[in-house]
Every structure is written in C-alpha cells, then in structure tokens.
C-alpha cells in the first residue's frame, strides 16, 4: 500500500474532498450554539433591565426618582399613583404562602417518602405516579377552576352545605372557604405538590442502600430508619425543591384570578402596632345599630383616641376620663403589640379576601397611565428580584449538593 | 446536632404554638373591622376607589371597603343575592333584577351620584371628527359589515373595535341608546370590562375605535380623540357643559350606586354611604364625570337617612332623562310596562 | 433506657405510620380525580345546552353575549397560532442550546449555562405578560411597518414569541439530557469514521435520541398550550378565527381568566361555559403530557 503523503493533494485518504468546507461549518456551528445561549440569557438580561428602565431606577434615571422606595413597600394601593404601594400586596403574599407550605410541604414530603420507600409494585402504586406526574403537567389555570368549582361556589357557599349540619358551621365555614387566603394557599399548594413530592423522591433515591442496611442491622423499625437516617441526608435535595416549589407559588397568578378577581384591597387582613381599633358600646342589634338609642353607658376611657358618637361626629379623648356616653358610640384606640400578634392568628386571617404581587403586578399593567406603568414595573422588580434570589438559591444549594457528599 | 435539638423542643413548641394559637383566635375574633362591600360598573368604579379610599383614611382602618369592577350586570346579580352591600351601576336597575331582589326581600335605595356621557373615541391620528346616531348604530349594530372607517365618512382604515361586555352597564345603555334595544349588538370586537383595557386598544392601535365613560377619556385625554355626536343637532363633543344642557345626546346618562336598604341601619354603611354623597360632588369632577346640582344629592342624602327605598326608572333605561325630574318621579319596587 | 423492639406497640405505630403516608401519596390521585371531576361535571351542564357538535364545529364563540353562541374553534385556533409561533421561536433555539451544550460546550461551561437558562422558565409569567406588551410589541411595530404590517397592540406574535422564550429551557433542557444519555460509543464511532462533530451531533446523536427529543418539544408545547398570563395581558381577547399571529385572538386560557375577572353566576350557562372550555384544555394537554412520556419512556429502555 502506498503511504500517504499529505503534500500530494490528489490523495483523497488524507485530503477528503470538501474537508475544510465540513471543518468551517463544524468551527461554525459554535457560533450558532452560542448565539442561540445568548439569546436565550440575553432574554433575562433585557427582562430586568426593560423593568429597571420602566420604574426609574438607577442608572436609568438619577438615584432616589425610582417609585421604588421604602414608601413603595408601606403604601395601600391608591386611584392616585403617587400614593400607589404594594404594601397589601406583599403581605397578602406572604400570608398565601404560608398557607400554601403548611399544606404543600408536609404532605409532599410524606407522599414522595412513601412513594420511594414503601410502596409496592402494584397497580395503586402506578396510579399515583402517573397521578403525580400527570399532576405536574397540568395548566396552573385548571387548579383554578377546580378551586373555584369546590371551594369558592360550593365550600364558600352556606347555602350548598348539607341541611343536617348546624347553621353555625355551616356560616363559619363559608366564611372560611369562598374568595380567602385558605382557597388561595390551598389550591397554590395543590399546584406545586407534585413539584415537592419529585424533589423528595430524588433526594429520598440519592441516599445509598448502606445507610439503610445499617440502621436496619441494628434493630431500627422501617419507619426509624426513614426518620432518623434517611430523611436526614435528604433534607438538602428537599429544601431545593421545597425552595423552587415555592418560588413558583409566588408567581402564580392565573389559578388566583381564577377564585378572586381584581378588586380594591386597601387594607392588611392583620393588625400592625399602631393601628386604630375599636369597640362599639352599649346593646346593639343585628345591625350594629343600639336598640336604646336614648341609654347611656358610663365608660373609662384606655388610652387617647377618639370617640364616634352615633351622629358620626368625632370628639377626641384622653386616656382616663371618664364619660358617659350614648349606645352605640364607637370608642377608638391605637392597637398594641399584644393585639397585633393577636390578629397574626390564622383564624383571623385566614377567611380574609386577599390579593398579592403578581396580580396587583397585572392590575397596574392593564391601566394605560404611565404613571401605573411605572407601578408595574416597580412591582415586578419585586418579584423578579424575589424569584430570581430562590432559585438561584436553590440552585447552589444543588450544586454544593452534588460536590460536598459526605459518604 | 441542630437534629437533636429540634427533636426535643419540637414537641413543648408545639404546644405552645397551639396553646398561642387557640388563645388569640377568641381574641382575634372580636375586634374584627366590619368590611363594606362594593361591586359592578367599572363606569362608576373611579368615583367608588377613590371615595372609598377617602372615607377608610378617615375612618382610620375602623371600618374597611372592598371595591369591585366585574361590570354593572354582575354587581347587580351579587346584589340581589345579597352578597354584597352596594352595587355600582351605569344604567338603571331592570325589571329582572328588580324581581330578583324582590324575590330575595332586598330593598335597595336608589342613588344617583354623577352624570357621565358615554364618549366615542378613536386615535388621534385619526381625521375623522363627527358621527351621527345613525352612523353609529350602522357601525355597532348586530351584524354589522362596517369595518373600515370610509364606510362612515372617514379615511381608508381598518377598523379595530373594542367595546364594554356584556355584563357591563355602559353596554346596555349605549346599545339602547343606538341600537334602539338593549344589548343587542355586534359581536366581532375586543370585548372588556376593564376600561382601561379598551384604552390602551385605542391608544396604541392607529384603527381603534371604542366607547366607554367620560372619566377614562378624560383620564386619557392625551392617548385618545372623542368624536363628536350628531344627534339632528349639529355635531356635540362631550363636556360638563353639553352634558349638564342636555346637548350631548343621547349618550349622557346618570350613574348609580344601590344600597341595600336593611344595611343602612348598620352604622357603618351608613355613614360611608352619607359621606360618599357628600363627596361624590367633588370627586366626580376631579375623576372626569358632571357632579348633580346640590340640591339632588340633599334630597338623595335624605333619602339615606331615612331608607327609603325604590327605582325611578321602573326597570327601564335612563335615556333623556334630566336630573331635575328625575328627583321629582315617584319610586315604584316593581317595574313599570312600557 | 432499655427499649423493647418486639413490643407490639411499636409495629402499630409504624402500621400508623405507613398508613399515613399512604394517604399522603395518595392526595396526588384524589387531586386529579377532583380537577376531572370538577371539569367534567360542570362541562356536562353546559353539554345540556349546547350540544357537542356545535361546540366542536361552530367558529364564533360569543357567550356572554345577547344571541350566545358557544363554538370553541375560534379559542382553539388562538391557542395553535399562539403555540406555533412559540414553538417556532423555542424549538430551533432549544434544539440549538441543546446539541452545543451536548456536543460543544465543555463541562464547566455546561454547568454554568443549563442552571442559568432554567432560570427562564423561573420567571413569574405576569412579569412576561408585561414585558410582551410593553417591549416586545413597540418593537414589533417598529420592525414591521417598513414592511407594511401594521401590527395591533393586542398580537399573538408578540405573545407567541415570549411564550417561546419562556420554554427555551423545557426544551433545551430535557433534549440535551436525551442527547446526553446517547452512548460515547455510538460517538465515538462516528468520529472514528472521520465526522465532524457537528455532521455527528445531526446525524448519529439527535436521530438516536429522537423520541428524547420530540417528547422534550410535545412537554415544551403543553407548556405553552397552558399558558394564561402572557396571552391576556398582550394577546387580545377578541375570540375570532386567527388566520395570521399579526391578528390579535383569544385563547382558551385567556378566555377563562377574562370571564374570571368578572362575576361568575353558579349555575348559569356562561359559568358552566368555562368549565367547557377548560375541558377542551385539559383533554389537550393531558393527552400531549401522555405522548410526551410514552416517547421519553421509550428513549430511556432503548439503553
């Protein structure tokens, strides 16, 4: 055979026709590869910083002209959007969500322990995987409409309970249901359940078999070993996932239209120091109003405040008078820390109406003012900001994962 | 060892916690502020948010209010069913739900709070200026093939329609008020109960054409053109004045709010509903729409007070109806035939 | 302490224990029996009105108005155009990112880039919403009038491309875990043979993982079948039949969420109309969720 010669150029062994051309396109391609990534990450880049233009934030615009101020977090929502804050807003979100982890976080783990470690090969095993992850492919907007379908018309609803329950109940719990934070956190923790229960099964799967022979060598039940020697390694692939579940919770905002449209909410379901509160005195009716409009009661007055005398006109007072006073005068006085950590109770808050960011997020967005424009991407600096900080969160989380194994 | 600690106070802390709990949910439960609530016309939501937020600034958290703007027929219907307090309306209530409140022995008290002309907006760069009530109703009718802009006297443009939905009272009264009967209507356009969305249909879209309150026009007076009517009387532009004369016509209307009249002995609706009168003079000239003379809201203030309950409008529209003899007309709960 | 670990008590409790977790897991079935049966009891109201062959055939949906009619292709076709003109935009770039990072990119660069790209699906869609309305379609317009398209404020182009950006890593991700899982060997062959990298990325690696592959874009393309916020809040909510994504169109998502935003009447035919239509979205999404998998499982025993 004869040798190659790579100076001989007809020798097509090691000069294959349309070599270089096949090389340029290869060299190429990276490019292309690259360009696609760029466009991909330029995406976000142009994303945050489009927001940042909007809502006047440095550099875009001189330091301190953003309406992204502390003002902009401790304002009501306003007609006037100078006043215009996400203070309902945030604090709807984060009551939401504390809902949606009570319910989604336990039951996700249980569920995702019992599907990697007890269950059985049998056809009820294969049903709830395929539910789980069915589950995970369905739209946010259909959680929705199955919240709406249960809990807002039916749940929500006292009418539509069954007549042998006591007329107490049934109120009390319509008060519950319908358009609250326990609809919105319960269907928000449907929503990311299978998102939990994949992340348990993961982490439940990356613990080694030895740990568990060993714990079971020594005489441990099944559900110790889980407890005290699996569970433990797991727990940082389930806080990753529980952090992405969550993140994704604070996003959601077709499932929440779903059961509570936009409406004007410029008040906290719970009490800060310093709020106002009150108490009507005397005997009322049904409707708050005194039976005995002529009776007086004699009271001592707290602390200073103001008096709203039946005729709605107000008097100021100071703490220890002492006054006679008609029926149904309202007596108001500044709320301490003892009733604002009273108001935290879920029972208090829980049947509230509620809204949160992204859906405040999307009322500014549809007025046409660019003042509410400005709103809006103020807002959803926000809730970038807060999304991006999670996963980021838990993706180093994951990756310290993977390097820092210590079996 | 962060386990171990957890394990041992994990259950003394939640006893505790239940413990907290129970005790400040019998507290909690007492001193809840009462919340108003309010729904409907996102015509007469403007002059509502700002108003309720005047009166919970004042009222400094006592008492709360929730505002809605799921359209006027909607609000309406929760009215009737007694799920809300107040229902903001753009058009009169109906016969049908003047039977349904009946049906749910609701009594409401009928307030007018300000005058609106439903204003016909298109682009600014668009030339056209003036249509007529005939031109309009060839636009807007059902099944109506205009869709350019040549078709009615202006330039060759595609035309983009926005328009209130169906449960909105902006839609009931302007296709009565055009069309000759209510809601009936072409159904080939962007349809929205938000105002604010057809605003920015017709301000970005050099073809836009909407119809929607005076209030979002004059919010946006920069974004939008009003287009004059021509009702026989030469071409009229909405305005306080041409409202108030009742020359803007037939598209001037007055604007509602229903107050469920057993609520108004509750202290709370009470007073927001003496202070929303009070105020809805100057609030509905700052928010776009024509305040009533001063005399219409003493007589609707008296009203409050003393619950009195009833339509003016027998379950039908408000069309060329002036505010003086609308306080003058005697109050029926049950719908009056044509 | 001495404890006895063959005390009866102890089994019970972790009798108790199982029992327990089983429940848990077994919510994930009740869920979806609970949306199924929701949807479909609601939507068999609505079937009682309007029959099914209307529903599928007529192409005007109007049911909230005088003369309601209640035909869902006009929906149907806002959501294909909507879902074409994203598939359009994320299926090449996707596939693109997908076979550099596999074929290209070395591993440092590979760690770097997938997590960051994962975080595109991360952002909260109303965020999208306004950055579609509010970016995209200014510079649409500005784009397309030299070219004499006067494209609408309310567009499914912009939307569509948006949505497209947002599923870039379903697919990106998922194909290049499929590429991945291609034996060196199969590779390592091709490269014997004298190929380029790029002529064995096309030719060896993307048709073996194939199934992978389709099953990442049919996932991606449920994704954006299922899309709400961003179709609503730039889409329009006009339902017509769309015939080019320079129209503007309704989805059936953006349907519900707009009859949502308004008052929802129990029992009404409107009410019940929404349930109808979130039928359709459901049979369409679960049956792509169901394809996707087959074909991924398919992938995965094939090594």
Redesign the interface.
């Known amino acids: 055979m004869t040798a190659i010669d790579a100076g001989r150029e007809r020798d097509i062994t090691a000069h ?1 026709p349309g070599l270089d051309a ?2 340029f ?2 060299r190429s ?2 490019i ?6 760029v ?3 330029g ?2 880049l ?2 945050v910083l ?2 940042m233009h ?1 809502a006047h934030l440095w550099p875009f615009a001189p330091w301190g002209q953003s309406v992204l101020s502390p003002r902009f977090f401790l304002s009501f929502p ?3 959007p100078a006043e215009a804050g996400i203070l309902s807003a945030w604090v709807g979100s984060i009551l939401v969500i504390v809902t949606t982890a009570v319910i989604s976080i ?3 783990i ?2 995702g ?3 990697e470690e ?2 059985p090969k049998n056809p ?1 095993t294969s ?2 995987e395929i ?5 995970a ?10 919240a ?3 809990f807002v ?1 039916v749940l929500g ?1 006292a009418g539509r309970y069954p007549d042998f329950l006591p007329e107490g109940f049934r109120n009390a719990s319509a008060d519950l249901f319908g358009q609250s934070i326990l609809t919105a956190g319960i269907t928000l923790g ?1 929503l990311i ?2 998102v939990i ?1 994949v992340a348990t099964r993961e982490a439940v799967r990356g613990v080694p078999q030895e740990i568990r022979h060993a714990a079971l060598a020594v ?1 441990a ?3 110790q070993t889980t407890q005290h020697h699996v569970l ?1 390694y797991a727990l940082p692939g389930v806080v990753t996932g529980v952090i ?1 579940g969550i ?2 919770a ?5 499932p929440l ?3 509570g ?7 906290l379901p719970i009490t800060r120091p310093g ?6 005195i005397g005997v009322l ?1 049904e ?3 005194p039976l005995n409009s002529a009776a007086t009661e004699r009271v001592r007055i707290e602390s200073d405040g103001i008096v ?1 005398l ?1 005729d ?1 006109t107000e008097r100021p007072v100071q703490a220890g008078q002492v006054l006679d006073l008609p029926h ?1 005068t ?1 007596i ?1 006085t500044t709320a301490s820390w003892g ?1 604002a ?8 808050w829980l049947g509230q ?1 509620f809204t949160v960011m ?1 859906i405040q ?2 009322n500014w ?5 660019a003042e509410f ?1 400005e709103l ?2 103020a807002a ?1 600096i926000v ?2 900001a807060i ?2 900080l999670m ?2 969160a838990a ?1 180093y989380l ?2 310290r994962l993977r390097k820092s194994i210590k079996w | 060892m962060t386990l171990q600690v957890l394990r041992n106070a994990g259950p003394a802390a939640a006893v505790a916690a239940a413990l907290a709990l129970g005790v400040s949910s019998a507290w909690a439960q007492s001193n809840a502020p009462f919340t108003i609530q309010i729904d409907g016309s996102s015509t007469v939501f403007p002059i509502s948010e700002a108003i309720a937020e005047g009166f919970q600034q004042q009222a400094q958290g006592r008492i709360r209010v929730a505002v809605g703007e799921s359209g006027s027929s909607a609000g309406l219907r929760r009215f009737c069913r007694g799920e809300i307090h107040i229902a903001d309306s753009s058009r009169p209530i109906r016969a049908s739900e003047m039977a349904a409140c009946a049906a749910a022995g609701i009594q409401y008290v009928e307030i007018p709070v300000a005058f609106d002309g439903v204003t016909v907006v298109v682009h600014p760069s668009n030339p056209l200026s003036s249509l007529t009530v005939a031109q309009l109703r060839q636009i807007w009718q059902p099944g109506s093939r205009v869709n350019n802009f040549s078709d009615v006297g202006g330039p060759n443009l595609q035309m983009q329609l926005f328009g209130p939905g169906s449960a909105s009272g902006t839609f009931e009264y302007f296709t009565e008020a055009v069309n000759g009967t209510a809601r009936a209507s072409r159904t080939d356009y962007t349809p929205s109960e938000d105002d604010n969305v057809l605003v920015q249909g017709v301000a970005n879209n050099p073809g836009g054409m909407a119809y929607f309150g005076l209030a979002y026009y004059e919010e946006n007076r920069d974004r939008l053109k009003a287009i004059a009517i021509d009702n026989g009387g030469g071409p009229v532009l909405p305005s306080r004045q041409t409202v108030e004369n009742g020359t803007y016509a037939p598209l001037s209307r007055p604007i509602f709010i229903y107050v469920n009249s057993a609520e108004l002995r509750r202290p709370q609706v009470q007073q927001f509903v003496q202070y929303y009168i009070n105020n809805a003079a100057a609030v509905s000239a700052r928010v776009g729409y024509i305040p009533l003379p001063a005399s219409a809201y003493q007589t609707y203030l008296q009203r409050a007070q003393r619950r009195t309950a009833g339509t003016a409008f027998g379950g039908r529209a408000a069309i060329g109806a002036s505010i003086e003899e609308v306080v003058q007309r005697r109050l029926v709960q049950t719908p009056v035939s044509e | 302490m001495e404890r006895d670990f063959t005390k009866s008590r102890l089994r019970v409790g972790e009798r108790i224990m199982e029992g327990l977790l089983f429940v848990a897991a077994a919510l994930a079935v009740a869920i979806v029996l609970g949306i199924v049966y929701v949807v479909v009891s609601e939507s068999a109201k609505f079937f009682a009105h309007v029959s099914v062959f209307e529903f599928l055939t007529s192409t005007t949906w109007t049911p909230l108005f005088d003369n309601p009619q209640y035909g869902i292709a006009p929906l149907l076709s806002g959501t294909f155009m909507a879902t074409l003109v994203a598939l359009a935009v994320a299926v090449p770039l996707g596939l693109l990112v997908a076979i550099y990072l596999s074929e290209f990119a070395g591993a440092r660069t590979r760690e770097m880039i997938k997590p960051t790209l994962e975080l595109l699906a991360a952002v909260p869609t109303v965020v999208y919403g306004y950055f579609a309305l509010l970016f995209v379609t200014p510079l649409l317009q500005q784009w397309l009038r030299p070219l004499g398209i006067e494209l609408p404020s309310f567009n499914l182009l912009s939307a569509g491309m948006v949505m497209g950006l947002m599923i870039i890593p379903y697919i990106a991700s998922l194909s290049e875990d499929a590429m991945r899982a291609v034996p060196r060997s199969m590779r390592e062959g091709s490269f014997a043979m004298g190929a380029t990298r790029l002529e064995t990325a096309f030719r060896v690696v993307v048709p073996a993982a194939i199934s992978g592959v389709v099953g990442a874009v049919i996932l991606g393309m449920s994704r954006a079948i299922g899309e709400t916020m961003i179709v609503v809040v730039a889409g329009g909510q006009m339902p017509q039949m769309v015939t080019s994504p320079t129209q503007q169109g309704a989805t059936v998502t953006a349907f519900m969420a707009q009859v949502a935003l308004g008052d929802l009447p129990y029992g009404t035919l409107e009410y019940n109309s929404i349930f109808a239509a979130g039928l359709a979205l459901l049979v369409l999404t679960l049956g792509f969720n169901f394809i996707a998998f087959w074909l991924q499982r398919r992938f995965r025993e094939a090594y």
């Open positions: 294959p096949r090389r396109k290869d391609f990276i292309w590869g690259v360009l696609a990534t466009i991909g990450l995406t976000l142009t994303l489009e927001l909007d306003s007609s006037d336990p039951i996700g249980l569920a322990v019992y599907l007890y269950a009820v049903a709830i539910a789980v992850n069915n589950l492919g369905v739209p946010s907007i259909l959680f929705g409409l199955m709406l379908g249960i018309q609803n449907l359940l299978p229960i005489g039940t099944k559900w433990p992405i993140s994704r604070l996003g959601e905002t077709a239209i779903m059961i449209g936009l409406t004007f909410v410029a008040f709020d106002a509160t009150f108490e009507t009716d409707y708050g109003a709203v039946p709605f149904g309202t108001q009733d950590i009273a108001s935290w109770s879920p029972s208090n109406e992204p997020m999307f967005t549809s007025r046409p003012q424009l809006a991407a959803g809730l970038l999304t991006l996963n980021g993706i994951r990756y």
